[in-house]
């Protein structure tokens, strides 16, 4: 069964540095993956998405993802940090099913001013 | 507006003491599920419906019931809550239409304590 594991429950970074969010899946078949975000008291939000249109997934927020098969990662990445980006991030896998999609254990991102 | 809505949004209840957290989306999707949030465990999946009258269990289903009676609504029914049961409750829902890597939308989310 597909699966995903994030490294690191806590990320701290200072405003403006480069953000990393790391993602690494398991899966029997190619996969899609996903990055949600949650701010305090609310619901899970989509921040991008693979479905093997590009490596290279941009999403909102200046957020975006790489797809790497050889590594079997989707980390996440944002060049200059915002006090607004402060959440908790989950990573996600489906392989393709509705039913299919397992969530990472999430991280929790804060940002220093 | 699109969105999918969960009622109530905070339940402080006694071990016991049945209730329902509601979920209701406006979107027409035909897929509806119901996740736990722990922390150091993510998301986990107690049920799912698939549509109407077609419901299965998830990851974690002991202890809960659900009902897919119409296409908008699906409620989490906790006949006899336990405090193992305190968490954090999301309500999603999705289209089963597409080739995959559907997207899922959630409801602002319900935490529950049970003493």
């Known amino acids: 069964a597909q699966s995903v594991t994030q490294l690191g429950s806590h990320v701290s970074v200072s405003e403006g540095a480069l953000v990393l969010l790391r993602c690494n899946y398991s899966?029997?078949?190619?996969?899609?993956l996903f990055w949600y975000v949650q701010y305090p008291n609310q619901g899970l939000q989509l921040l991008l998405k693979y479905t093997s249109a590009a490596t290279l997934v941009k999403g909102i927020n200046g957020f975006e993802a790489e797809f790497k098969k050889s590594e079997t990662s989707f980390h996440l990445t944002k060049p200059s940090a915002h006090m607004r980006d402060a959440a908790e991030y989950f990573c996600?896998?489906?392989?393709?099913?509705?039913?299919?999609?397992?969530f990472g254990a999430g991280t929790r991102l804060t940002v220093k001013p | 507006e699109a969105q999918v809505t969960q009622n109530p949004r905070y339940l402080i209840t006694v071990t016991g003491k049945k209730l329902t957290v509601t979920c209701s989306q406006n979107m027409n999707h035909e897929y509806m599920s119901w996740y736990r949030q722990d922390p150091g465990l993510g998301l986990r999946q107690i049920y799912y419906s698939m549509n109407v009258e077609v419901t299965d269990k998830g990851d974690v289903p002991e202890g809960y019931k659900v009902s897919r009676k119409e296409k908008r609504n699906f409620p989490l029914i906790l006949e006899s809550p336990s405090p193992n049961q305190t968490s954090l409750y999301f309500c999603?829902?999705?289209?089963?239409?597409?080739?995959?890597?559907?997207?899922?939308?959630f409801g602002p989310g319900t935490r529950l304590t049970v003493t």
């Open positions: 996600a896998v489906s392989e393709g099913g509705n039913n299919d999609m397992r």
């Open positions: 999603a829902s999705s289209s089963t239409l597409g080739t995959g890597g559907v997207e899922q939308y």
């Open positions: 899966s029997s078949v190619p996969p899609y």
